[in-house]
């Protein structure tokens, strides 16, 4: 497979590190509670993308067993720092394992995996689900793939391109949600947030 990942991208989270994940960011609250209300009781949870890691500390204070991973090995250590735990470098064509997860929670990370190596990490990530898995990962929305003013490639779906993505057939429910928010560039910007679950 071709690498699911834009050198360019992962060069700006290395340079800007302490920044990113300095900047006070808080846990994506309302997307979060969702996602974990349809998980069981100490579910084990895949985060990637975890950034600077607040998101699976809120996980973490909720009871759950989360392995937190993020693809820059320089925003992995400062998450690992805040966490106080490991944080695994995992890049998204690295993802190998099998019903291993009750949720995978990926939130503003898959937004940079080139489009057509899309479809082939969500069935990555489709395969290291339990039966009856869920998975939540949020994009930015678009028609066209294309940089923004930091050099950082997106895919820029549209809710449509998204579910073929995803492979409607893979899911018992596919949910695509769209609203308004802003991001590290502080821009207004269209969200989709994607809940899918696996078949149990």
């Known amino acids: 497979m071709t690498q699911a990942k834009d ?17 006070g960011e ?8 969702t996602f974990m209300a349809r998980l069981p009781m100490g579910a084990r949870v895949l985060e990637l993308g975890c950034g600077a890691g607040q998101d ?4 973490l204070a909720s009871g759950f067993d989360v392995m937190p991973t993020d693809g820059t090995p320089e925003i992995a250590a400062a998450a690992a720092k805040r966490l106080r735990r490991p944080v ?7 993802i190998d394992d099998q019903d291993s997860y009750d949720g995978v929670w990926a939130n503003a990370c898959l937004l ?9 990490i969500v ?3 489709h395969a290291a689900l339990k039966p009856g898995g869920v ?5 930015k929305a678009g ?10 490639y997106y895919n820029y779906p549209s809710p449509e391109w998204l579910a073929q993505a995803y492979g409607t057939e893979r899911w018992s429910a596919l949910e695509i949600g769209r609203e308004t928010g802003s991001g590290y560039d502080g821009q207004p910007t269209d969200w989709l947030h994607a809940v899918a679950t696996k078949a149990g």
């Not at 808080?26 to 509670?33: G, I, Q, T, V």
């Not at 489009?115 to 082939?120: D, G, V």
């Open 143 to 152: 028609q066209a793939e294309g940089r923004d003013r930091f050099g950082r």
């Open 88 to 94: 695994k470098v995992l890049l998204f064509e690295d």
């Open 135 to 139: 998975f939540y990962a949020s994009f």
């Open 7 to 23: 050198d360019q991208t992962i060069k700006f989270y290395a340079n800007e590190a302490e920044a990113y994940t300095t900047r």
């Open 123 to 125: 069935r990555r990530v």
């Open 56 to 59: 699976s500390e809120a996980m």
């Open 112 to 120: 940079h995996v080139p489009r057509p190596q899309l479809p082939s």
């Open 26 to 33: 808080p846990a994506n609250r309302r997307h979060l509670r």
